[in-house]
């Protein structure tokens, strides 16, 4: 009983290991955080100058992260922050 495979060394395994993980893609969500966000930062993506940017380009443009301008936008931060909130 022999296998009619080509037995691979170690280092061409980890050859082919390796091309296999850089052809990897990974979802590009712009850039890292800089600061943290405030509630005027909130206001800019929600209801103001930024609303109608995508996260991302709202994110690069304020130095913050996909994820802290979807969280605001999506309600899971920055509740307090409302429409009304610059009358305050």
Do not use: C, W
Not at 8 to 36: F, H, N
Not at 40 to 54: E, M, N, P, Q, T
Request: glycine share 6%; net charge positive; hydrophobic share 30%.
């Amino acid at each position: 009983m022999s296998n009619p495979e080509k037995k691979l060394t170690v280092e061409e395994r980890l050859t082919a290991l390796e091309a296999r993980v850089d052809a990897i893609k990974v979802r590009d969500r712009g850039p890292k955080s800089e600061r943290s966000m405030t509630d005027d930062d909130a206001f800019r993506v929600k209801f103001g100058d930024l609303k109608d940017k995508s996260h991302k380009e709202a994110a690069k443009e304020l130095g913050l992260s996909y994820g802290q301008i979807y969280s605001a936008r999506g309600g899971y931060t920055f509740n307090h922050v409302k429409k009304d909130y610059k009358a305050s």
